[in-house]
């Protein structure tokens, strides 16, 4: 099934200069992939969260292979990084845990007033760019797809905002018949309630 089939886990890490966190990416739209990342400090007791939604043409994430990766500075750096593949397109996100900040596409972010950021033009000769940053107020992930599935946080944070719903353009079709049966399926967890 494709819904198993498009979520690629980067990593789930432990130990790093006192936080862990988890992270995923995964398609969520005929336009969209998504990369979801949390870090918990435990030094200071915060939570950071990030959701990237990488907008395309339909289907842009179909060509080439996928795959994704990560890794940290080890126990004396709060620096970690992460990058996903998708449609022979690599994209990487360098997070300082720190100072709560990510830099991304030429741009530092700080994630104590973002945690959202649209992408857009991923497929683009010109590049991906960003177009928008949001704060989207933490809420619970959403009910797993299948029961025995872990929740998803990355429906949790789109169903609570409509423009983020929009912003995945679930009406398009796609050219591949089975992932375009999915799409209704995928999109559905997607939906504000």
């Given at each position: 099934?494709?819904?198993a089939?498009?979520?690629?886990p ?8 006192g936080?862990g ?15 979801w990342r949390?870090?918990d400090n435990?030094?200071?007791?915060s939570?950071?969260?990030l ?25 004396s ?5 992460e ?5 022979g ?19 530092e ?6 945690n ?22 933490p ?5 797993p797809?299948v ?10 944070v ?15 079709k ?12 995928i999109?559905?967890?997607m939906?504000?309630?």
């Amino acid at each position: 099934m494709i819904v198993a089939a498009s979520a690629i886990p980067f990593a789930q890490t432990r130990g790093f200069r006192g936080g862990g966190g988890s992270s995923t990416s995964k398609i969520v739209s005929p336009v969209v992939v998504a990369s979801w990342r949390a870090h918990d400090n435990y030094a200071d007791g915060s939570t950071t969260t990030l959701l990237v939604l990488w907008r395309g043409k339909p289907g842009w994430f179909t060509a080439g292979g996928r795959g994704s990766g990560g890794g940290g500075g080890g126990s004396s750096s709060s620096y970690a990084y992460e990058y996903m593949s998708y449609g022979g397109r690599t994209f990487m996100m360098e997070f300082d845990d720190d100072k709560h900040i990510v830099r991304m596409l030429n741009q530092e972010i700080a994630l104590k007033d973002t945690n959202v950021v649209l992408v857009d033009f991923v497929d683009s000769e010109t590049g991906a760019t960003i177009v928008g940053y949001r704060w989207i107020e933490p809420g619970p992930p959403a009910p797993p797809l299948v029961e025995g599935a872990a929740a998803d946080p990355i429906a949790g944070v789109i169903r609570r905002s409509p423009e983020l719903y929009d912003y995945l353009h679930c009406d398009l079709k796609l050219s591949d018949p089975l992932m375009n049966a999915m799409m209704p399926i995928i999109c559905g967890i997607m939906r504000p309630r």
